[in-house]
């Protein structure tokens, strides 16, 4: 049972380039995240989908792109990297039942270190 | 719009010592979270937090919820070296949403 793992861990990119970060869990969790994080101010909702073929904007979408064609997939794109794009990108997954519960945590991968020059 | 305020932002504290973290929610919030953070690692879950008067321990920390005052504290006590880390905490944006808005973190670095 590897949880959520990410790939790449750390890339680097020039202004304009584009790439695709990917997340994955085995846990069969319905409900996935993209977050980043930097310095000095916490973690940011990029999108996050509750379901396959579901994606959702979360509170700083612009820039980016999300797909999950599979449940265990979570796929986050950048079409034209920028400078300001460099941060720690995170994905995390999470139960629904879990969240009716009230036991619910999201389960975090390790991050990709992404450097947009 | 969610916001949530943590204080300190950083904070040095002596081995052994007791000390409160805050985070202050500015509209209601279904639930309160508190997550660990070591350096250059993933977050780690510490604590959900769902009604009014909730209080949770684990160790040496223990988190407690005031929904009227919006106010959550991470007491910690004694502290060791071990809980060196950034915690964070999350609210969520109402009833029934599962999209967490974080604090800046607290930096915490016990010393000897």
């Known amino acids: 049972n590897a949880g959520v793992t990410q790939t790449p861990k750390f890339r680097v990119l020039k202004t304009g380039q584009s790439m695709t970060l990917l997340c994955a869990q085995d846990m069969n969790h319905e409900y996935m995240y993209w977050y980043r994080q930097d310095p000095g101010m916490g973690l940011r909702l990029i999108h996050y989908?509750?379901?396959?073929?579901?994606?959702a904007k979360g509170e700083v979408p612009d820039g980016y792109n999300v797909s999950r064609l599979k449940k265990q997939n979570f796929l986050l794109g950048l079409e034209s990297a920028a400078p300001s794009q460099t941060s720690v990108y995170f994905c995390?997954?999470?139960?629904?039942?879990?969240?009716?519960?009230?036991?619910?945590?999201?389960?975090f991968g390790p991050g990709t270190r992404l450097t947009v020059l | 719009e969610l916001k949530v305020e943590q204080n300190p932002l950083f904070l040095s504290m002596q081995e052994g010592k007791n000390y409160t973290i805050y985070c202050n929610y500015s509209?209601?919030?279904?639930?309160l979270y508190w997550y660990r953070q070591d350096p250059g690692k993933s977050l780690e879950s510490l604590f959900v937090?769902?009604?009014?008067?909730a209080v949770k321990q684990e160790g040496r920390l223990m988190a407690s919820l005031d929904t009227k005052a919006r106010l959550s504290t991470l007491h910690i006590t004694a502290a060791v070296h071990d809980l060196s880390a950034t915690y964070f905490c999350?609210?969520?944006?109402?009833?029934?949403?599962?999209?967490?808005?974080f604090g800046k973190g607290t930096k915490l670095s016990v010393i000897p």
């Open positions: 999350a609210g969520t944006s109402g009833a029934g949403s599962y999209q967490l808005t």
């Open positions: 995390a997954s999470s139960y629904n039942t879990d969240y009716l519960r009230g036991t619910d945590t999201q389960y």
């Open positions: 937090l769902l009604s009014n008067g």
């Open positions: 509209t209601t919030s279904d639930r």
């Open positions: 989908s509750v379901g396959e073929g579901t994606t």
